[in-house]
């Protein structure tokens, strides 16, 4: 990787310390390009006829997205975001008195918010399977949950709120031999590292555009294994979802295609394609081994300061890392490294219930390099964050030496 170049292709990396990829990736000049071409066509010579012109372009998009993730196009559906995707899957399903959804403490802050209307509206239980002793996904208590009564596993990969990975791969395969339905949000893995349908053995994937991928906001997808669409319904319907047979009936579109709406950004659409793209030519393997390498260096010297603790769970960890100055609130410390011009976010604890529930932490601070921040980029960020952690320290007491 010839992290010079990328970084010239990536105007932001001139301006700021960018270590909130997790929030939002920057965005590559040829997919700024993307954007912007196809909002100039659409000015000029009209927005349907922009996009018939670019129909090819606009298609394509669904087989990147598949190769991305390991599936076929006609698995893949477009929609705004992530959560919308997400929503997509979940509500396809029924639910009755009595069946249960297991999920994991990492679930993200809407999607426990769909299991507790869905716990009122139906009657359903909420299960949250503990973790184990490292703070990942306990999945021998998985195994031991999963009954006659779960109707679908939930899981996701990466919280929002820390740089956990959770066991993926292990759950699909309690959840297949099961024959459980598995719902993975991906959104903060794919495109920080390798995310294979065929491999996590998952259902369903839901992921964003504009965070690790790079794509532009207002951008997301839904990946549904074709043997799925057997037990899911889409919640709605549209034009675009189904088809009129004529007479007073319908019939849904093949694939993933009945969960797509007919109206979309199209801007939008490019620039995630273009973005995609990048990510498959650098190689997903690659962009791995940076975000992991970048995340546990930044981990590993922050842990190494005085008066500077970090939260990440599990055994397995990646470029998200949170971290509090023990003695400051968060929101002065990210403020701090605003005016540094280094960015970062703070985790919510009302966007990771369960989380808040079992560790009662965040807010915390939270910096998620990508492949094209460096390591001296790393470096100044600790440095900043180690000042501060010094400027802040407790006055020693009774005259007691101050220890250095
Ligand atoms: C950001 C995030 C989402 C929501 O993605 P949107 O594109 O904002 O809808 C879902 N899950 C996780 C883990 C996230 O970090």
């Not at 040829?30 to 071409?37: D, I, M």
């Not at 006609?74 to 396809?92: K, P, R, V």
């Not at 965040?362 to 600790?382: F, G, K, M, Q």
Request: hydrophobic share 40%; net charge negative; glycine share 10%.
């Amino acid at each position: 990787m010839d992290i010079e170049a990328l970084r010239r292709d990536t105007p932001g990396t001139a301006h700021r310390i960018h270590l909130n990829n997790a929030g939002a990736g920057l965005l590559s000049r040829q997919t700024l390009k993307a954007v912007t071409s196809h909002l100039e066509l659409e000015a000029t010579i009209g927005g349907y006829e922009a996009a018939d012109q670019e129909r090819d372009r606009i298609d394509a998009t669904y087989g990147h997205l598949a190769r991305l993730v390991g599936g076929t196009a006609d698995e893949i559906a477009l929609f705004d975001n992530s959560t919308h995707a997400w929503n997509a899957a979940f509500y396809a399903m029924t639910f009755k008195p009595g069946d249960r959804i297991l999920t994991g403490r990492a679930e993200y802050g809407s999607g426990v918010l769909a299991y507790l209307q869905t716990a009122r509206r139906t009657g359903a239980e909420i299960v949250v399977v503990p973790d184990d002793e490292s703070g990942r996904l306990d999945t021998t208590a998985l195994a031991n949950l999963i009954d006659d009564r779960t109707r679908l596993v939930g899981l996701t990969h990466v919280p929002t709120s820390g740089g956990l990975v959770n066991p993926a791969a292990e759950v699909g395969r309690i959840t297949r031999a099961a024959g459980v339905p598995f719902l993975l949000d991906a959104t903060q893995s794919v495109g920080q590292f390798p995310v294979d349908v065929a491999e996590i053995g998952c259902d369903m994937l839901t992921a964003t555009g504009r965070k690790f991928l790079r794509g532009p906001r207002g951008t997301g997808f839904l990946w549904v294994r074709t043997e799925a669409l057997a037990f899911l319904e889409p919640h709605v319907i549209e034009i675009a979802a189904a088809t009129w047979d004529g007479r007073r009936g319908f019939t849904w579109n093949d694939g993933a295609r009945r969960f797509g709406t007919w109206e979309a950004g199209y801007a939008g659409v490019l620039g995630l394609s273009t973005a995609v793209r990048q990510a498959l030519d650098l190689g997903m393997d690659e962009i791995g081994r940076r975000t992991l390498a970048l995340g546990a260096r930044l981990r590993e010297q922050l842990d190494a300061v005085p008066g500077i603790t970090t939260y990440d769970l599990g055994r397995q960890r990646c470029a998200i890392v949170t971290c509090k100055v023990d003695t400051m609130a968060t929101a002065d410390t990210a403020a701090a490294l605003a005016a540094h011009g280094i960015n970062v976010s703070t985790t919510d604890p009302a966007q990771t219930q369960f989380d808040t529930e079992a560790r009662g932490v965040h807010p915390l601070l939270r910096l998620s390099p990508h492949y094209y921040n460096t390591e001296a980029e790393i470096d100044r960020a600790v440095e900043v964050l180690a000042d501060l952690a010094a400027a802040h320290r407790p006055r020693p007491q009774n005259g007691a030496p101050e220890r250095v």
